[in-house]
């Protein structure tokens, strides 16, 4: 069958309901640019998609040398042929006018088009300088989720092995260091436990902090089936604000922002209370037991419904949804990530599975989930705060393993303390002992909290900024040198998503000017720096994806993230696989710790833990008296209130987050019309409470205040919960509508501007999602509503007063539904 939906109005498309423990039915999404018939298609070619973590596989249409539009594919354990409205409209971003097309160099204060030959021995040049006079530590690299895994590696080991710094890290740290810090704490190891399969079989489905409609839409029609199919599962969701998910839930809990920790005690304070929990499970599997009963003997709801504003009987009744789950399925992002005990909280959410025993069956599983398409790879690959292969930096035997693959001596590799973590390299180039930071595929003038604070720091004259991206960031405008990169659809690699899947996407077209593969600038650059390995032979011995590929399987082989199994041959022409892939298992591994846990023996454990409250790491000796068979680890930890209270001056809390139809700094998605129309400016939700006391209405343009700084925009009057705003944080300075440039800052309306430099003492990730705020009417709306989607959480509370959001012609998507699924409709050639 087939239906053309506008997938705008309608995100989710059409449904394809199936029952408890059935296959998921294939829908197979297919756009393409006004006027190209899928006759006239010259080719499909393989990828996946790069604008969130769920690593939906789809094939791009090619004709005439340009990208002209993409189909899901059928034959994908992920997405079973289906999109999300980013990966329909996306690609047309690639072809945009304001691509870089040539690298950039500062010139008396000015960036001038330069080659490539100028441009990097520049870089090559200042890079060696500053090892001569300043040695390793002068030098960092903060790097993306978003590029390849071939990328990452070659990086890391550049970094690791040939500049020898230990600074290199990921905007990973902004998104999945909680989820990866969590998995460490608990299991010994990063290495995502569940796989998306269990949808099909959970009768409970949790969602902690986690806007799954709109940030990885495509698992949210997976839900939205088994909401209309035989024996749906109930759905527990834990949000502040009316999100879809919230809407759809037998059981929504909305409470005061940071106060996870203490909702989560209470939780587990009544699954012991009901004694709902799996003694055998916990005594073949765990320790901890007796401290976390401790910790939450006092954590009754009632004492949780004073901190988190919840009624206590509504947490009894989420506590008996969960505490009577058959096969439980938890997901958790960033309002549990986000905050200022990120990990103490990420934690309770695995212990309640290892309390409940709901672990390695299907159904029963947690997604420590990621958000951008590659973060996994950041972590595996070590080109995040880790070291490759999740090997442990504290134990001797993991870095000479390290060494010995890099044919380097194990001095070499910087373990002397934990690979610095992104906030820090800020704080480094701000004192001025960090002098080159080179930043690829990400956009911290935009993404990274205080931006005053960040602008000034890369505006410094003493730090060398080297900017690799695809356009005129705000970012770049800072830079001393730009170099443009080629992405996705225009050169080949391999990523992973949130369970594991590991895709290949294969380049399509011809990158614009001279944009290159990022792999490429790296192997330029290491080639410049003539890196060596101990004998004397080029430390890295790879020139393309392929190759690099491969020596990434050598540096994975034996670790939990096993790649041996792999090869592009078999990632081509079918559905991506879940790793570890070895020669045992070689069509992968859909669920981990199916006996237990595996990987938190002291010998083999990626980290000997932290302590949840101050960060401090546990030194290894502990490690092996509290755990010494590597079980899996409860930990419990007490509830501290967020570090920044309302007050007189600033009375709301304040949270950001995402949109459906955006991506970040929206660098792409702003360059897509259909997307870019749906939300065109920011908004600022809140209660209708708040504002009928405030005499505010829908469309009043505000300034949000903070001791930060300050941002404008249209206010939208929604279901979030009272005395909460929330700003997206998706708009920087750059517009496609008024033509204004990335250095244009009136008026002030990222995000960003407001939130504070703060982060979570384990994980280190960023607090986006607490800060106190207030708010001030500038100029009263003409009838004018705020630039907010209906379609979404952002939905105004009184329905009929906004116009509802719409794509029109140009937003509609063929669905086909009702074939086989077995690939005979849609793989790629
Ligand atoms: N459309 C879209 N999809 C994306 C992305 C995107 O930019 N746009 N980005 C991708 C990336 S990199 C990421 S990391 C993910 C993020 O995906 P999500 O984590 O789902 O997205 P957010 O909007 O950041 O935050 C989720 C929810 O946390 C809630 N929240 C805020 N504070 C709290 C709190 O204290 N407690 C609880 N329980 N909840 C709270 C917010 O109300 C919000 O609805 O999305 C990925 N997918
Ligand atoms: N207030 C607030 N701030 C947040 C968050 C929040 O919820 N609230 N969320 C945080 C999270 S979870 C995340 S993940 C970050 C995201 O923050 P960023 O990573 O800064 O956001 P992006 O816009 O995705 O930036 C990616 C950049 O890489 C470029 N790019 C894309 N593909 C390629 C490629 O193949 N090669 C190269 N070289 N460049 C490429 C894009 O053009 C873009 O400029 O934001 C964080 N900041
Ligand atoms: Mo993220």
């Not at 009544?270 to 073949?284: F, K, L, S």
């Not at 004073?306 to 949804?321: G, L, M, W, Y």
């Not at 693959?405 to 001095?411: A, D, K, L, S």
Request: hydrophobic residues 35%; contains cysteine.
């Amino acid at each position: 069958m087939e239906n053309s939906v506008d997938r705008i109005a309608q995100p989710w498309g059409g449904r394809t309901p199936y029952a408890r423990g059935q296959a998921w039915p294939p829908r197979v999404d297919t756009h393409l640019a006004e006027g190209v018939e899928p006759e006239s298609v010259e080719r499909w070619v393989q990828a996946a998609s790069i604008l969130h973590s769920d690593g939906d596989a789809m094939d791009i249409a090619v004709k005439d040398g340009r990208m002209v539009g993409v189909r899901g594919r059928v034959v994908d354990r992920v997405n079973r042929g289906r999109l999300g409205p980013k990966d329909v409209f996306g690609w047309q971003a690639n072809a945009s006018p304001d691509r870089l097309t040539k690298p950039l160099i500062r010139r008396d204060g000015q960036l001038a088009e330069t080659d490539w030959d100028t441009a990097m021995e520049l870089v090559a040049t200042r890079s060696r300088d500053l090892l001569r006079e300043r040695g390793p530590g002068s030098i960092g690299f903060y790097t993306s989720g978003q590029l390849f895994l071939e990328e990452y590696y070659t990086l890391a080991v550049a970094a690791r092995a040939g500049i020898g710094t230990n600074h290199l890290d990921g905007n990973t740290r902004l998104c999945t260091s909680t989820a990866a810090e969590a998995l460490k704490e608990s299991f010994g190891c990063d290495g995502q436990p569940g796989t998306y399969d269990d949808i099909d079989h959970a009768d409970v489905i949790a969602l902690f902090g986690h806007n799954l409609a709109e940030t990885q839409p495509v698992q949210w029609m997976r839900v939205l089936d088994r909401l209309e199919g035989g024996d749906p599962p109930r759905l527990v969701c834990v949000d502040p604000r009316p999100t879809r998910v919230a809407r759809a839930a037998t059981v929504h809990l909305a409470p005061r922002v940071g106060t996870n920790v203490a909702l989560l005690n209470s939780l587990l304070h009544e699954i012991i209370r009901t004694d709902r929990v799996d003694h055998d499970y916990v005594e073949a599997h765990t320790v901890g037991f007796d401290e976390l009963a401790r910790t939450v003997e006092e954590c009754t709801p009632a004492w949780a419904s004073r901190i988190c504003d919840v009624p206590a009987a509504r947490i009894v009744e989420a506590a008996e949804v969960l505490g009577t789950a058959d096969r439980l399925l938890s997901t958790v992002l960033q309002g549990v990530y986000q905050s200022h005990q990120a990990t103490a909280a990420a934690v309770q959410i695995n212990n309640l599975h290892l309390l409940r025993g709901m672990l390695g069956r299907p159904g029963a599983g947690v997604l420590q989930m990621n958000g951008q398409p590659t973060a996994q790879n950041t972590r595996e690959c070590g080109a995040d705060g880790d070291l490759p292969g999740f090997r442990n930096w504290q134990n001797d035997q993991h870095v000479a393993d390290l060494a010995e693959v890099w044919n380097v001596e194990t001095t070499t590799i910087p373990h002397y303390a934990p690979p610095t973590h992104a906030m820090q390299m800020f704080r480094y180039a701000e004192q001025g002992s960090i002098r080159m930071l080179w930043i690829s595929g990400t956009n911290p003038a935009v993404s990274l909290p205080e931006l005053s604070r960040i602008r000034s720091v890369l505006s410094q004259d003493r730090l060398f900024v080297v900017v690799q991206d695809l356009f005129l960031t705000e970012t770049a405008q800072l830079a001393d040198v730009v170099l443009p990169a080629a992405t996705w659809g225009e050169k080949t690699g391999t990523f992973t998503n949130a369970d594991r899947t590991v895709h290949l996407s294969d380049k399509a077209v011809e990158p614009p000017g001279e944009a290159r593969p990022d792999l490429d600038i790296f192997l330029d650059y290491a080639e410049r720096m003539d890196f060596r390995d101990k004998d004397g032979a080029p430390l890295i011995t790879w020139s393309d994806p392929e190759s690099a590929f491969e020596a990434w399987k050598r540096c994975s082989a034996g670790r939990p993230c096993d790649y041996t199994g792999l090869t592009y041959g078999a990632l081509r022409g079918g559905s991506g696989i879940q790793w570890p892939c070895t020669e045992e298992a070689p069509e992968g591994t859909p669920r981990l710790y199916t006996q237990g846990v595996t990987w938190a023996e002291p010998d083999v454990c990626e980290t000997y833990g932290k302590d949840l409250l101050t960060g401090a790491s546990v030194p290894a000796v502990e490690y092996r008296s509290s755990n010494p068979d590597g079980k899996a680890m409860l930990r419990a930890a007490e509830f501290i209130p967020p570090h920044e209270a309302p007050s007189d001056d600033y009375p709301f809390q304040l949270t950001t987050g995402r949109t459906l139809y955006h991506f970040h700094t929206r660098t792409k998605t702003g360059r897509a019309p259909q997307l870019n129309a749906a939300a065109p400016d920011v908004w600022v939700e809140i209660s209708s409470s708040d504002a009928t006391a405030r005499g505010l209405g829908e469309g009043d343009l505000v300034e949000v205040t903070s001791p930060r700084g300050a941002l404008q925009g249209r206010l939208r009057i929604t279901g979030i919960r009272p005395g909460l705003l929330f700003v997206p944080f998706h708009y920087g300075y750059w517009d496609t509508d008024s033509g204004s440039g990335p250095d244009d800052r009136t008026p002030p309306r990222a995000a960003n501007e407001t939130t504070i430099t703060d982060w979570d003492p384990v994980s280190k990730q960023p607090l986006f999602k607490t800060a106190a705020a207030g708010v001030t009417l500038l100029e009263k709306s003409t009838g004018r509503p705020a630039p907010a989607p209906t379609t979404t959480a952002s939905a105004p509370s009184r329905t009929g007063s906004v116009r509802p959001t719409e794509g029109g012609v140009a937003a509609r998507v063929r669905e086909t539904t009702g074939m086989d699924g077995d690939g005979t409709d849609g793989g790629a050639q």
